[in-house]
T-cell receptor, first 116, second 111 residues
Framework: DTGVSQNPRHKITKRGQNVTFRCDPI?????LYWYRQTLGQGPEFLTY????????KSRLLSDRFSAERPKGSFSTLEIQRTEQGDSAMYLC??????????????FGPGTRLTVT | DQQVKQNSPSLSVQEGRISILNCDYT??????FLWYKKYPAEGPTFLIS?????DKNEDGRFTVFLNKSAKHLSLHIVPSQPGDSAVYFC??????????FGTGTSLTVIP
């Protein structure tokens, strides 16, 4: 296991279309996070899972965004009816968390979304 | 409202010298702090962290200092190397495990 992977790496879509991104965390990590990053900004928290449970969601996460983590392994982030303002880098991170775990997060390479 | 701030967008340092990157935060509930390094077209890479019960943590060339009364942390890199050139983000975490990132400082180490 070499780290967090994300697919696709790049996605170009037309406004109004739906897109789905996938994240595969480090296998022994039970926490998984989604972030959005735009140019000149740091990663912005969207949501996080502990195992399959979605524990926190940012108020920035509109109803068009939904995330799942079935069986507590990989996760998907879906954006419905994309808007040009959704264009950003979407980053996934995982951490071991839990009792005795640390809060260091390990990031994937990201999926760059461009909405035309 | 930006709860974690990095007020220096960029920093240039000569190779072999010390690099000092600064970060300020506003939320006194933050209890864990991290530094990440990011190269273009890659995700951030974890560097070093510190719990709020400590004021210093050291790992090789990297040392993080935390001043809770001033709500300030800094990352020291000694000696700086050209391969350290990257964007550095500080991040803070609260007890519900939400993470807040600064806007980053672009470090250039000049050979």
């Amino acid at each position: 296991d070499t780290g967090v992977s994300q697919n696709p790496r790049h996605k170009i879509t037309k406004r109004g279309q739906n897109v789905t991104f996938r994240c595969d965390p480090i296998s022994e990590h039970n926490r998984l996070y989604w972030y959005r990053q735009t140019l000149g900004q740091g990663p912005e928290f969207l949501t996080y899972f502990q195992n399959e449970a979605q524990l926190e969601k940012s108020r920035l996460l509109s109803d068009r965004f939904s995330a799942e983590r079935p069986k507590g392994s990989f996760s998907t982030l879906e954006i419905q009816r994309t808007e040009q303002g959704d264009s950003a880098m979407y980053l996934c991170a995982s951490s071991s968390g839990g009792q005795g775990g640390t809060r260091e997060q390990y990031f994937g390479p990201g999926t760059r979304l461009t909405v035309t | 409202d930006q709860q974690v701030k990095q007020n220096s967008p960029s920093l240039s340092v000569q190779e072999g010298r010390i690099s000092i990157l600064n970060c300020d935060y506003t939320n006194s509930m933050f209890d864990y702090f991290l530094w990440y390094k990011k190269y273009p077209a890659e995700g951030p890479t974890f560097l070093i962290s510190i719990s709020s019960i400590k004021d210093k943590n050291e790992d090789g060339r990297f040392t993080v200092f935390l001043n809770k009364s001033a709500k300030h942390l800094s990352l020291h890199i000694v000696p700086s190397q050209p391969g350290d050139s990257a964007v550095y983000f500080c991040a803070a975490s609260d007890v519900v495990n939400q993470f807040y990132f600064g806007t980053g400082t672009s470090l250039t180490v000049i050979p």
